[in-house]
């Protein structure tokens, strides 16, 4: 018993000491691992993407692995975005390295996040980390808000503490600028909204007031604050000609502000329009109206008062930046200016993302009907027909040799009847974007799926400089092992490699690359009188013109000769809109689509669904990359200009290795009328 128990005691001492020897183990490689420092900065750049420098120094041991860079959202959704930017990294004792990461702008949906650095091991665990706040923001991209006030310090809280505002086709900060009478004439041009509160506007003079007005139909967007400082901030505003007088109960609860925050801490006035100057308009929080290209919006209350509300008197969750950011978002929608600004500014990631997903479905997709066939029939013959034989022939007690060997020739047959539908290596499809017009560089969307359940990657060729997940077809992803992401963009050297880590098979990703390489020579030219003449080395099955509103598409254009629109027969014609309009004040015919939707409503996708019409469906993966460059064109364009777009097929490869790519070249022209 006492050997035992001297075992025993021993046993545990080593455990013990087994243990602590780990952890001062572990203590040490953390304390050798703790003197890398990291930094990231922004570089100025005119290219489509956020270049983001990242500086790592070593001040322990020789260390070698993977920093990864990954963007966050600031809106609190779950958090993490799903793409991982990694670079392999090789950093000796005491050194110094620096490098750029490229994130695609039109892959970043918000810029008022954080940036995350991450340093992981051979293993890909995590060593170390560091945050960046809102390190994307730049004044280059915000939206300037003049601030006319006598209480200026109390409405910085106006720039949503570095939220953003959707304007025009993204998202995108507000920067504050404090105005000073006298001197705010020549600063206007320059403001997208003008905030007039707690201010004697009595004061202006007729030049200032001529110039606020002239500012607004011009497209700036003027919010007034009312409340309790109304008599002093509207009196001055005469050409506004609005009547107001405190609100009742029933008044407030119409503006439906009552629904985000405590009115009974406010004082609130009403509105009323003698002479239709705001058209009768009353915007939900607030009342308003367009107003030349512009907008003006009152609010029943003193912006200098809602400021100084505390947090607990904002209801259902409200905070003071979203209710700021909804009143915004009314001026916003009531302005004709960030809408119908001259060029298409809508959704062209969106129109894309539609279009993109059809490649691939056309004629030569996998057709599993004969093989459905198959299986139906081994089922029902290795039952009761393959017992009804035997019982003809008399050799029931055959059966039990017979089923297996039916089996095991079923099994054969339809191993060798699904051969053709084995994926042994990733698809890639792949659409590039060529514009002859100002020989910007190429931007290449891809899509891959392969039929696996493992991580693949896949490496660009040559000449790509940066790559990203295309925005509005990503995934959010995570799983047991911290650090794991669903898409991965890995650099090593200059080379780029794109992946997944898929939740099935045959799961697509959608990536987006640009090509520093120059575009092809030649250009797509317009005689003005409805002839196409194509000087370049290509041969277009199919092409787009867009004039005069209207979206017209042809086939064959073959390089070198001309195309007279009107001696053809056009494959399809639709009249479009090429101005985005909105639904206050500005309502568009919802019948009238944007070029990228009449093509993707009224061309894609009936014949996506047309499944008799095999002649039809065959061309369909071309068509639908003729509509990736009409979506991409039509957003560089102004509204009078004429859009040229052809479409060849077996352009040059965008993925190398293991892999099966189906390549599409758009190259496109804009023609000023």
Not at 44 to 62: A, E, F, H, M
Not at 448 to 470: F, I, K, R, V
């Amino acid at each position: 018993m006492k050997k035992r128990i001297k075992g025993y005691i021993g046993f545990f001492t080593a455990l013990l000491f087994a243990v602590l020897l780990g952890t001062a183990g572990q203590t040490v490689q953390a304390a050798e691992i703790e003197p890398i420092y990291i930094e990231a900065k922004v570089l100025p750049s005119d290219d489509p993407t956020y270049d983001v420098q990242v500086t790592v120094r070593n001040l322990g041991t020789d260390w070698e692995g993977t920093v990864r860079l990954k963007t966050e959202t600031g809106l609190g959704y779950g958090g993490d975005t799903d793409c991982a930017y990694d670079t392999a990294l090789s950093l000796p004792e005491g050194s110094t390295k620096q490098f750029t990461v490229r994130l695609p702008k039109n892959s970043i949906d918000r810029t008022d996040g954080y940036v995350r650095v991450t340093l992981l091991d051979r293993k890909m665990n995590s060593v170390t980390e560091k945050m960046f706040p809102k390190l994307l923001q730049n004044d280059k991209d915000a939206l300037s808000m003049g601030v006319l006030s006598d209480a200026y310090a109390s409405l910085t809280y106006l720039d949503m503490g570095g939220n953003e505002l959707y304007y025009g086709d993204r998202t995108r900060p507000i920067k504050l600028v404090q105005l000073q009478q006298g001197s705010f004439v020549p600063s206007l041009n320059g403001l997208a909204f003008l905030v007039i509160d707690s201010f004697n506007t009595q004061a202006l003079t007729d030049e200032e007031r001529t110039a606020i007005e002239s500012w607004v139909d011009k497209g700036g967007m003027l919010i007034v604050g009312t409340g309790s400082q109304a008599e002093k901030t509207l009196d001055g505003l005469s050409f506004l000609e609005i009547e107001y007088s405190e609100a009742d109960d029933t008044q407030v609860n119409d503006f439906g502000w009552d629904d985000f925050v405590d009115t009974s801490k406010l004082t609130m006035v009403e509105f009323s329009d003698p002479k239709d100057t705001l058209g009768g308009y009353y915007q939900y929080l607030q009342c308003g109206a367009p107003w030349g290209d512009g907008s003006v919006s009152l609010l029943p209350c003193a912006l200098t008062d809602l400021g100084a509300l505390g947090a607990d008197a904002y209801l259902n969750e409200g905070t003071q930046e979203s209710l700021v950011e909804r009143f915004l978002n009314n001026a916003v929608d009531m302005a004709k200016a960030p809408n119908q600004s001259g060029t298409l500014q809508y959704n062209t990631d969106y129109n894309l993302e539609r279009i993109f997903t059809i490649l691939g479905r056309g004629s030569n997709r996998l057709q599993f009907g004969g093989l459905k066939l198959l299986v139906i029939v081994y089922v029902i013959f290795v039952g009761p027909v393959l017992y009804l034989i035997l019982r003809a022939l008399k050799k029931r007690d055959l059966y039990w040799i017979a089923v297996p060997i039916a089996s095991l020739a079923g099994i054969f047959l339809i191993y060798w009847a699904g051969r053709g539908f084995e994926v042994a290596s990733t698809s890639v499809y792949s659409v590039s974007m060529e514009d002859l017009s100002d020989k910007e560089n190429v931007t290449t969307y891809l899509r891959c799926y392969d039929a696996g359940h493992t991580e693949w990657s896949l490496s660009l060729a040559d000449g790509y400089t940066y790559a990203g997940p295309m925005m509005g077809s990503r995934y959010y992803y995570s799983d047991e092992q911290e650090g794991s992401y669903y898409q991965r963009i890995q650099k090593e050297g200059e080379r780029f490699a794109v992946g997944i880590r898929p939740k099935k098979g045959f799961e697509d990703a959608y990536f987006t690359a640009g090509k520093a390489a120059q575009p092809h020579t030649g250009t797509l030219s317009w005689d003005g009188d409805k002839t196409v003449t194509n000087e370049t080395q290509w041969d277009f099955p199919y092409f787009a013109v867009i004039t005069d509103d209207s979206l017209l598409i042809y086939r064959n254009l073959a390089a070198g000769e001309s195309f007279s629109l009107a001696d053809s027969t056009c494959e399809y014609m639709e009249t479009v809109t090429r101005l985005r309009t909105n639904s206050n004040g500005y309502s568009y015919n919802s019948n009238s689509y944007t070029p990228a939707e009449a093509y993707y409503y009224g061309y894609l996708r009936e014949m996506m669904w047309d499944d008799d019409d095999k002649e039809t469906r065959k061309d369909i993966d071309i068509k639908a990359a003729l509509g990736m460059g009409i979506s991409y064109a039509c957003v560089r364009a102004q509204s009078d200009d004429v859009i040229i777009v052809g479409v060849a097929p077996d352009w040059d490869k965008a993925a190398e290795g293991d892999c099966s790519e189906v390549s599409y070249g758009c190259l496109y022209a804009i023609v000023e009328e």
